[in-house]
Nanobody, 121 residues
Framework: HVQLVESGGGSVQAGGSLRLTCVAS??????MGWFRQAPGKEREGVAA????????MTAHFAEGRFTISQDNSKKTTYLQMNSLELEDSGVYYC?????????????????WGQGTQVTVS
């Protein structure tokens, strides 16, 4: 049984930073992704990484500001967010796609966390 638990969200001023953490249990390998959803908007992909490799993808809006990384020994995926903007506010979700490179295709992700709120003001 796969479980994903996110943490690290909160309120921050524009220009500030946050680091989101996703701890996975019952999950071996595949793509780990971060997605976000702002009020009234569709959920969108932020960044993804294939466990144990350097293969990763970052959405255009996140390039140069957000970095996805992983600690396989802890089964943890991070999203370091710098230079946060008002438009970055929303609920951020961690997701897992077993045994395949899913890029940021939401339909390819099987498991989802409960989400963590990020508010930029």
């Amino acid at each position: 049984h796969v479980q994903l638990v996110e943490s690290g969200g909160g309120s921050v001023q524009a220009g500030g930073s946050l680091r989101l953490t996703c701890v996975a249990s019952g999950y071996t390998s595949g793509t780990m992704g971060w997605f976000r959803q702002a009020p009234g908007k569709e959920r969108e992909g932020v960044a993804a990484v294939y466990t144990g490799t350097s293969l990763r993808m970052t959405a255009h809006f996140a390039e140069g500001r957000f970095t996805i990384s992983q600690d396989n020994s802890k089964k943890t995926t991070y999203l370091q967010m710098n230079s946060l903007e008002l438009e970055d506010s929303g609920v951020y979700y961690c997701a897992a796609s077993p045994a395949q490179w899913a890029e940021l295709n939401q339909r390819s992700y099987t498991y989802w966390g409960q989400g963590t709120q990020v508010t930029v003001s």
